[in-house]
């Protein structure tokens, strides 16, 4: 795999790394007994802690809060599918697409998982330096750039309202699609009042988008 000698690895197990790039639908086409789901559950939790450790050392005076809002915009889907794209791991997944079983959605959210199935494989093949070895080519450039893939919208405006003493809640309007490919809008309440409703593939990703409107509304920030 040129994967692995573009980041000088030289694997102990190579099926671990085939397994990381093997998403279900390809392993029910061929009637494989794995796929990358497991790599990446352990993938997320390294990711999590390394970029924890390198974020610490970094910024010595930050508090909790804050180190936990930088953290989630390098960790976050957006920033995974970009780390995978520069890194050509999108190029190495092993997919079924033709029984049209995955929405373009879909596709683009497999590209983010794989970055951690492939980081978790690193893990248990190679050992933690060498996964901080991998993070400090794909993961760190970008935190030392103070590149911005996620703005947590729904804390800024929890701050707003605890600063005002006021309730802000989000409210569900609609949920629609298949079960795999779901729509779901949202409506951000501040004090009762409707100020926003966003879209989403999720409700999380559909109530930052209500926060947003939200802010801009109310000029916070600005």
């Given amino acids: 795999m040129k994967l692995l000698k573009k980041f000088n690895i030289v694997a102990n197990n190579k099926n671990l790394f085939k397994e990381a790039f093997t998403h279900s639908s390809y392993s029910a086409k061929h009637g494989l007994d794995y796929d990358y789901e497991r790599l990446e559950f352990l993938g ?23 180190l936990t809002k930088l953290r989630a915009n390098y960790v976050c889907q957006n920033a995974l599918i970009v780390y995978s794209h520069e890194n050509d791991l999108d ?40 996964a901080k070895e991998f993070l400090e080519r794909t993961v760190f450039p970008y935190i030392k750039a103070k590149t911005i893939f996620f703005y947590d919208y729904k804390s800024t405006i929890k701050e707003y309202g605890d600063a005002k003493g006021i309730n ?55």
């Fill in 91 to 130: 190029k190495c997944i092993r997919l079924n697409l033709e029984d049209n079983a995955l929405t373009d959605n879909e596709v683009i959210s497999i590209t983010a998982d794989v970055f951690e199935s492939f980081l978790g494989a690193i893990y248990l093949d190679q050992g933690i330096d060498k």
């Fill in 168 to 222: 802000v809640c989000y409210e569900l309007l609609e949920e629609h699609g298949a079960p795999h490919d779901k729509t779901f809008v949202m409506r951000i309440l501040i004090d009762g009042v409707d100020y926003g409703k966003g879209v989403g593939k999720s409700k999380k990703e559909a109530e930052q988008l209500a926060a947003c409107k939200a802010i801009d509304k109310l000029n916070i920030g600005k």
């Fill in 44 to 66: 997320d939790s390294v990711l999590n802690m390394l970029t924890s450790e390198f974020i610490q050392n970094m910024h010595p005076s930050f508090s909790e809060g804050k």
